[in-house]
């Protein structure tokens, strides 16, 4: 591991951030094959309206770009779970139990969701446009939005909603309770990210 990792209070809820340049090198590589993927496998249909969503347990795949991926994106996730968790939780007691990929077509989005009974869910977008339009709403097209959990206004510090505007290779992490969606874009090219979920041990 290589990246540096940020956390911040968004609502009073942490969320790590990091840029990993482990996804931005075989970023060609990930965009052919789940390309191909897409091409071969009907979507899943879950928060995505419209797009391409995959079977949600690509961390098991055979496939050795796939395990790399999935052994990749485990070990930043479980060391920002430890991080949070101030090393009470064995980096053994930390299970990733999905693993899935987004293809967002031009005026496709995902609708707000949340990722429950999942304990940590993150996001790592792998071909993006790095400099998206503005839609309009205070963000960008395709930006990744959180809900706050208690929206009381701007007056008391408490806005409905923050935005993320991702770059290749930017992952997300955060508690599975937070209620989150992906704003639609009007790109030619489509978006791809991989979305992934951890369990801990009781």
């Known amino acids: ?3 540096k990792i940020t956390t ?4 009073g809820i942490p969320v ?3 840029v990993i340049p482990e996804i931005q090198d075989r970023r060609t590589e990930l965009v052919s094959h789940f390309s191909q993927m897409r091409a071969d496998e009907d979507t899943v249909n879950r928060s995505n309206q419209g797009g391409w969503h995959s079977r949600d347990n690509l961390h098991q795949d055979k496939d ?6 999935a052994k990749t994106l485990y070990q930043y996730g479980s ?3 430890r991080l949070l968790e101030k090393d009470k939780v064995a980096k053994d007691d930390i299970y990733m139990v999905d ?3 987004n293809i967002n077509d031009a005026g496709t989005w995902n609708a707000p969701h949340l990722h429950l009974p999942c304990d940590y869910s993150a996001v790592v977008y792998i071909n993006v446009n790095e400099n998206p ?6 963000g960008n097209e395709g930006d990744f939005l959180m809900f706050n959990p208690l929206p009381l206004g701007k007056r008391h ?9 991702p770059k290749n290779g930017h992952m997300l992490l955060f508690p599975s309770y937070m209620v989150h969606m992906v704003c639609p874009h009007n790109e030619p090219d489509p978006r791809m990210s991989v979305a992934f979920n951890f369990r801990i041990k009781d």
């Open 16 to 18: 790590f951030e990091c």
């Open 99 to 101: 693993l899935w990929v």
């Open 64 to 69: 050795e770009l796939t395990q790399w991926l």
């Open 157 to 165: 510090k408490r806005p409905p909603t923050t935005n993320y505007s």
């Open 1 to 3: 591991m290589t990246a």
């Open 79 to 81: 060391t920002c779970i």
């Open 8 to 11: 911040q209070d968004v609502f």
């Open 133 to 138: 339009k503005p839609s309009g709403a205070g």
